[in-house]
């Protein structure tokens, strides 16, 4: 039996690109703080796969320390940008179990973890690596695009019953990134390298900022040749 997206809040509004043939992989994608999941459902919809769902969720509208506490779309508080600033670790938490039951649900209707995606952008990415890293159910890739890893100083720890050890995980950073250093992705990259199988993550960096339009084209390239087209994920029926 089908499982209700009512039961999880996010799938209620979340922006759903469906399969335009048996679906048989799903692809979870999260934006980034301030943004929703409108602007990355129409991206997917240009380079999806025809037997893809891509599930683009809006995060909750909360106060945002770091924004002078305005109110915006964010998937937990952030305090600071620097790898020593203090961390909403209840909300990050919070979120993580959130996406976990999106993944359940989907598991729950049919698709398996090792056929499901999970990827996000800044804020998105950053919820991304977290939740992988501290979920059971295994999953096929990971994508972080200009983005940390959450909560970093509770790691390998926090991992301890990961399923997601031998996952690949796919970080791509702009060199010139505005808001969160490239620096920052690459001292993301080594410590995923010490919590996890180092050949499995892979981190580049592209020169000059990266407009929506190149992003795009970094997500085609990542699921054609990255990920879609691996023996271990083998989504191509």
Known sequence: ????????????????VPATEKETAVVIFLHGLGDT???????????????????CPHA???????????????????IGLSPESPEDEAGIKRAAENIKAIIDLEVKNGIPSSRIILGGFSQGGALSLYTAL??????????????????????????????????PILQCHGEMDPMIPVQFGAMTAEKLKTIMSPQ?????????????????????????RSFLCSQRLQLFD
Request: proline fraction near 7%; hydrophobic fraction near 40%; charged fraction near 10%.
């Open 1 to 16: 039996m089908c499982g209700n997206n009512m039961s999880v809040p996010l799938l209620s509004e979340a922006v759903t």
């Open 37 to 55: 999941g409108h602007g990355w459902a129409d991206a997917m919809t240009s380079i999806r796969l025809p037997y893809i769902k891509y599930i």
């Open 134 to 167: 501290t979920s059971q159910q295994q999953l096929a890739g990971v994508v972080g695009l200009s983005c940390w890893l959450p909560l970093h100083k509770t790691f390998p720890q926090a991992a301890s019953g990961s399923g997601n050890k031998d996952t």
């Open 200 to 224: 499995n993550v892979t981190f580049r960096t592209y020169p000059g900022l990266i407009s929506l339009l190149c992003i795009t084209t970094l997500l085609f390239n990542l699921f054609e």
């Open 60 to 78: 909750p509208r909360i106060p945002v320390t770091l924004n002078m506490k305005m109110t915006m779309p964010s998937w937990f508080d952030l």
